[in-house]
């Protein structure tokens, strides 16, 4: 499966942005997609997960209650909406996907990934 990011920017703390995640190869309903991100001078991290076949998302506690992650079957694409935004979530977004049908927060069970989207946040 082939996936492209986008939807990154500069925006004030506070603000919000949707970051997109074009699939194509295979349909995202049938895979768990996640979000990680990863600053400068910092390990890729966890953000958000989701898994249709369980009907299941999971978050970082970082980001729980301010970032939803969601799926558009029709586009083949995977969202994820940052509403109430910090300058620590400043960093470089990367889509990927997994073959399991569970919901998948390590990194290195993931087989594809995006390109990555910078998002930086202002204070």
């Known amino acids: 499966v082939q996936l492209q990011a986008s939807g990154g920017g500069l925006v004030q703390a506070g603000g919000s942005l949707r970051l997109s995640c074009a699939a194509s190869?295979?349909?995202?309903?049938?895979?768990?997609m996640g979000w990680f991100r990863q600053a400068p001078g910092k390990g890729r991290e966890f953000v958000a997960a989701v898994s249709w076949s369980e009907s299941s998302a999971y978050y970082a506690d970082s980001v729980k209650g301010r970032f939803i992650i969601s799926g558009d079957n029709a586009k083949n694409t995977v969202y994820l909406q940052m509403n109430s935004l910090k300058p620590e979530d400043t960093a470089v977004y990367y889509c990927a996907a997994s073959g399991s049908n569970r919901v998948v927060i390590e990194s290195w069970k993931y087989n594809n990934w995006g390109q990555g989207t910078q998002v930086t946040v202002s204070s």
């Open positions: 190869g295979r349909t995202v309903s049938n895979l768990s």
